[in-house]
């Protein structure tokens, strides 16, 4: 593993500004990561989301999105927190990837916009009636390439595909042997089928050396055989059996018996059972 701990820098002064408002932050003074993959579980404002964004700040990550860890104005909160914080890291991972699900719009909107740069220069050479037939051959090369670039960053024509399978494509292609990966919620997009396809690529991952942080609602997801699972509980992170996760009791309760839980969500007042 690449990256031991996270822990808070000593005599550092926090203030009330975000995300010292959330309980869990405040209180935070450090996570150790005992397994390949560490899950970060709790309800919506609990926190996770901008700790491992504080992460991804902390250890440089390269963000998959339409901007920097450095430039995005919505980890504003997040880079406050990781000047607070220090990560611990042991060695060198092949790559250090940050990657939230609706980044992938960004990231395809911001790689075709570079290759449709590359497009029309590749253009005007194979246009230029002056040109010489070495120069005209530059452009179709480029042209070439380009597409070639465009193909191995998503696998295929991010249009002729559906949302889940374009943010698939991306995440199969951003995964290196020996990795550091921060993904948040990437269960969003998927189907269930396809939230299975992504817990091989993570099994897969794992087992040629690369680290996962991931920030997840997904009972399928947190299923990762050995996993570290952190649970986000009013100003605690708690570790938590998978089997003890609240995320996966109301889902089966919810499985075993739909009508019970719908007759309760529509009665009067919710005054039966």
Excluded at 80 to 90: K, L, V
Excluded at 130 to 141: I, T, V
Excluded at 167 to 193: C, K, M, N, W
Excluded at 209 to 222: E, R
Aim: glycine residues 6%; aromatic residues 8%; contains cysteine.
């Amino acid at each position: 593993m690449f990256l031991e701990a996270f822990r808070r820098k000593r005599d550092v002064r926090i203030d009330r500004a975000f995300p010292w408002t959330v309980p869990a932050l405040r209180k935070l003074n450090e996570l150790r990561f005992a397994a390949p993959v560490t899950f970060l579980m709790g309800e919506n404002g609990c926190g996770k989301s901008t700790l491992l964004e504080a992460i991804a700040v902390a250890v440089e990550a390269t963000a998959a999105g339409s901007a920097t860890v450095d430039d995005d104005p919505t980890l504003a909160g997040s880079r406050r927190m990781a000047s607070a914080f220090e990560a611990d890291e042991r060695g060198r991972p092949a790559a250090r990837v940050f990657f939230r699900a609706e980044d992938s719009f960004g990231f395809t909107k911001r790689v075709e916009a570079e290759m449709a740069e590359i497009d029309a220069q590749a253009d005007a050479m194979l246009l230029d009636e002056k040109a010489s037939p070495e120069r005209r051959q530059m452009g179709a090369n480029i042209t070439r390439s380009s597409k070639w670039s465009l193909a191995n960053m998503y696998g295929e024509d991010p249009h002729a595909r559906s949302h889940g399978e374009t943010f698939l494509g991306i995440v199969r292609a951003q995964l290196r042997t020996g990795g550091l990966y921060l993904f948040d919620e990437p269960e969003t997009p998927l189907s269930p089928t396809r939230v299975l396809t992504l817990l091989n690529l993570l099994i897969d991952a794992t087992e040629g050396g690369s680290q996962f942080v991931i920030a997840t609602h997904s009972p399928i997801l947190a299923a990762f055989p050995g996993a570290q699972i952190v649970v986000f509980e009013g100003d605690r992170l708690i570790e938590t059996a998978y089997d003890d996760l609240e995320h996966v009791r109301v889902t089966r309760d919810f499985l075993d018996a739909p009508k019970r839980y719908l007759h309760y969500l529509t009665a009067p007042q919710h005054g039966e059972a």
